[in-house]
């Protein structure tokens, strides 16, 4: 059983940036495969970014939404069992509840349904 926690949501300006970090219990955190998800109200539970298991790479392959490339940055400390997203250049549109997930390191990192883990969610708002 994995837990996770989110922190490092709250209010900022638009332009401004935040880093969500998401703390993982267990010891096989370094070969689950990560994602940070929103959901803004009455809209659906949307992918932002994942990335791979590093257990066994190098580097672990990352992915981001065509609405956050180049403004948000997934990544991992395996040492701190913690992912983060670096987010910047942030808008009023990126306004949502930012989940955390994790899985095996096989799926599809866009489909939430194929995480097995989920975090409490942490608010993001973003004004203008």
């Known amino acids: 059983q994995v837990q996770l926690r989110e922190s490092g949501g709250g209010l900022v300006q638009a332009g401004g940036s935040l880093r969500l970090s998401c703390a993982a219990s267990g010891r096989t955190f370094s070969s689950y495969a990560m994602g940070w998800f929103r959901q803004a109200p009455g809209k659906e539970r949307e992918f932002v970014a994942g990335i791979r298991g590093s257990n066994v790479r190098i580097y672990a392959s990352t992915y981001h939404s065509d609405s956050v490339k180049g403004r948000f940055t997934i990544s991992r400390d395996n040492a701190k069992n913690t992912v983060y997203l670096q987010m910047t250049s942030l808008k009023p549109e990126d306004t949502a509840v930012y989940y955390c997930?994790?899985?095996?390191?096989?799926?599809?990192?866009?489909?939430?349904?194929?995480?097995?883990?989920w975090g409490q969610g942490t608010q993001v708002t973003v004004s203008s």
């Open positions: 997930a994790g899985g095996p390191d096989s799926l599809r990192p866009v489909w939430a349904r194929e995480y097995d883990y």
